[in-house]
Nanobody, 121 residues
Framework: QVQLVESGGGLVQPGGSLRLSCAAS????????MGWYRRAPGKQRELVAT???????NYADSVKGRFTISRDNAKNTVYLQMNSLKPEDTAVYYC???????????????WGQGTLVTVSS
């Protein structure tokens, strides 16, 4: 079993910055791609950014140039640096990890509990 624990959400003014973290814990696993998704009030969950184990990143058009995803494989942690935040970035942000269990070579997808980001003056 793998657990993802997110941190770093909060209230920030428009134009401000926040950094989200998501740490994976457990045993007998390796992590492939990791990512961040978000769900704004009244909207469906959408992809924000993903990153492969090799460090290749992909971003939603709405966050390109403002958000940066990174990961520390030694710490099984993924980060999301969010700059130039806008009110429309307000959402619950969820961490996602594609995990392979070493003992049975099966792949699973895990989600964090979510962290709220509010952009408001």
């Amino acid at each position: 079993q793998v657990q993802l624990v997110e941190s770093g959400g909060g209230l920030v003014q428009p134009g401000g910055s926040l950094r989200l973290s998501c740490a994976a814990s457990g045993s007998d696993f390796s992590i492939n791609a990791m990512g961040w998704y978000r769900r704004a009030p009244g909207k469906q969950r959408e992809l924000v950014a993903t990153i492969t184990s090799g460090g290749s990143a992909n971003y939603a058009d709405s966050v390109k140039g403002r958000f940066t995803i990174s990961r520390d494989n030694a710490k099984n942690t993924v980060y999301l640096q969010m700059n130039s935040l806008k009110p429309e970035d307000t959402a619950v942000y969820y961490c996602n990890a594609n995990v392979r269990v070493v003992s049975n070579l099966r792949d699973y997808v895990y989600w964090g509990q979510g962290t709220l980001v509010t952009v408001s003056s």
